[in-house]
């Protein structure tokens, strides 16, 4: 095959294949072409069936083949150096105009920050609730509202987040107990029974902050200066924070903290059975009002094989043969109080 047809195929094989990849056949094509004076032909005789015209054709296309100057049949390796740069070069003056680009976008649209945050502080927001999909949107605001809190900071936890989410915590509360905030955080019986949600608890309290533990928390919330606040939100599977600003809700999520609050007992050592009695209470009037186990369980942050331990274990104490049964012993004890609800053993 003359080299002149080659080059067209090669040409041809450009609009088809635009991998730069090398493959085993590719590199053992270049290594041939690397003995002097070896032609098209040269190869597809020592190769036969086997050889591979189009991929020689690649290679030229690549600027790893070039055809002597003398004798257009004859194909010598380029260098590979050489080859790399010229493919590169159009790639990274498209990554540099993207970059610049970038910059331009990033630098034109945080020049609007002090309006937004100017509103924001005027209480003239454009909605009184922002909603964020996006993780790392949700922790750059939250860094933001860290940094403006004056006075207070109450936070509730359903369930401790991940180790990560834990270090990236108490690094925020660390700075807040640093500026003179007061930090509250208010977490479920439940996690005292993890050895490391029990350490990171008692780093939180170390770094000054005060920490309580309570039967059962609905739903995660953070609430800064009574001002604004972040709730979890989930939408369609999509998962994303809530930040409301309308007081009215502001005010009714700061009096449900502090009825918890009210409820909750401190971290110390020595209220192991005090928790445990208070779990046990909390479970007795979950089954007053006929809950499944998979209701009284999530409702708890329990898993359900712990809450049926506790069950069995209050049931063998009060003398009862059913969750029902149960109930009522627990109300003639004096207990709990109300009429229970027939549930499903």
């Given at each position: ?38 032609s ?42 050489l ?9 990274e ?30 209480g003239?927001a ?40 834990m ?13 003179g ?40 919330m ?77 409702r708890?942050?329990?898993s ?12 063998d ?29």
């Amino acid at each position: 095959m003359p080299f002149q047809d080659l080059t067209a195929e090669s040409e041809k094989s450009a609009s088809d294949e635009d991998d730069t990849r090398l493959s085993d056949d590719d590199i053992k094509i270049y290594e041939f072409f690397t003995r002097p004076t070896c032609s098209l032909d040269d190869y597809c005789r020592e190769h036969g069936a086997a050889a591979r015209p189009d991929r020689v054709a690649r290679l030229i296309r690549l600027g790893l083949l070039r055809g002597d100057l003398r004798d257009p049949a004859i194909l010598h390796a380029a260098s590979p150096g050489l080859a790399a740069a010229d493919l590169a070069m159009p790639m990274e003056e498209q990554a540099r105009g993207l970059a610049e680009q970038s910059e331009r976008i990033r630098r034109e649209f945080v020049s609007l920050t002090p309006l937004y945050e100017k509103a924001a502080a005027a209480g003239a927001a454009l909605s009184s609730t922002e909603v964020l999909t996006d993780v790392r949107e949700i922790r750059i605001r939250l860094a933001q509202l860290t940094n403006r809190v004056r006075h207070t900071t109450i936070a509730a936890h359903p369930n401790l987040p991940d180790p990560e989410g834990m270090r990236a915590g108490l690094e925020l509360d660390e700075q807040l107990l640093r500026r003179g905030v007061e930090v509250r955080g208010l977490f479920t019986h439940t996690v005292r029974r993890y050895h490391v949600a029990v350490e990171h608890l008692r780093a939180f309290a170390a770094l000054g902050a005060q920490v309580r533990t309570t039967s059962m928390v609905p739903a995660r919330m953070v609430v800064f200066d009574n001002e604004v606040a972040v709730i979890p939100r989930s939408h369609e599977g999509q998962v994303g924070a809530a930040i409301l600003h309308e007081p009215p809700v502001i005010s009714f999520l700061v009096r449900l903290f502090e009825h918890m609050w009210g409820r909750s007992t401190e971290l110390v050592e020595d209220e192991a059975q005090t928790v445990v009695e208070q779990i046990e209470l909390e479970i007795l009037r979950e089954l007053t009002q006929g809950r499944t186990d998979e209701s009284v369980a999530r409702r708890l942050g329990i898993s359900t094989r712990t809450l049926r331990r506790y069950t069995t274990s209050l049931c063998d104490r009060l003398g009862a043969g059913s969750r029902f049964q149960l109930a009522v012993q627990a109300m003639r004890a004096g207990l709990i109080s109300g009429a229970p609800e027939p549930v499903d053993d």
